[in-house]
């Protein structure tokens, strides 16, 4: 979003990152994140309590906590959305740093 509607940069390390992008791709972030845990909680084998290594029989519509998953679901989107981004600007510096334009070449 930032690419297209944002002209305000966000941190010197990365000229092409906007605050506009950073917001936009934080409420996206945010705003699926439980959507996608919602759609998730249909699937046994990632809700259903397990026994070993095998998944006991349930219905995941009739499990009690199913609100705590989707607000576990929109706590880690928030904490991605927030932290996440950081770890992009520690590998631009660190780019900067070693005068690389690419990752690759540095792996």
């Not at 690419?3 to 791709?25: A, D, N, R």
């Not at 880690?76 to 981004?85: D, E, L, R, W, Y």
């Not at 334009?101 to 540095?106: I, T």
Request: charge should be neutral.
């Amino acid at each position: 979003s930032g690419f297209f509607f944002g002209s305000t940069p966000l941190i010197v390390l990365s000229p092409k990152k906007t605050i506009e992008g950073y917001i936009g791709g934080g409420m996206v972030t945010i705003l699926l994140g439980p959507v996608f845990g919602y759609y998730l909680q249909q699937f046994p084998y990632l809700t259903c309590p397990t026994e070993g290594l095998s998944v006991t029989n349930c219905d995941p519509e009739a499990l009690s906590y199913t609100p705590a998953f989707i607000i576990h679901c929109a706590i880690i989107s928030i904490f991605a959305s927030t932290v996440g981004p950081v770890a992009g600007f520690f590998c631009s510096g660190f780019k900067r740093a070693c005068n690389m334009k690419n990752f690759g070449s540095l792996i």
